[in-house]
């Protein structure tokens, strides 16, 4: 079988839902930043768990991004995306 091999689209920031999970990964992965992003969002780690699935937080995992320069820079270069990526992300899930 024949496979068609990935476009652009297929890239690393073709799901928006995908890329703002793998945000939260990158957030959470910084004691100092994961805090910051709680206390901006006011979610515990209980409830951001239960609402992983939601569109509304994962808008709001790329809206703490989007909101502080260093962090959008800092978690494109990590994710292999360019910053405007994971703002036109955070525009499709609806922030």
Same mark, same amino acid.
């Given at each position: ?9 297929? %890239?690393? %920031? ?38 992983? %699935? ?25 994710? %292999? ?15």
């Amino acid at each position: 079988m024949l496979r068609t091999p990935p476009s652009p689209a297929d %890239g690393p %920031g073709s799901d928006p839902q995908a890329l703002a999970l793998n945000a939260l990964g990158w957030v959470l992965a910084d004691e100092d930043r994961a805090q910051r992003f709680l206390a901006l969002t006011g979610l515990t780690p209980d409830a951001l768990r239960a609402a992983l %699935g939601e569109p509304a937080t994962l808008a709001g995992v790329l809206e703490f991004l989007c909101a502080h320069e260093p962090d959008l820079v800092g978690a494109a270069e990590a994710l %292999g995306v360019d910053p405007q990526v994971i703002v036109a992300a955070r525009e499709k899930l609806g922030a």
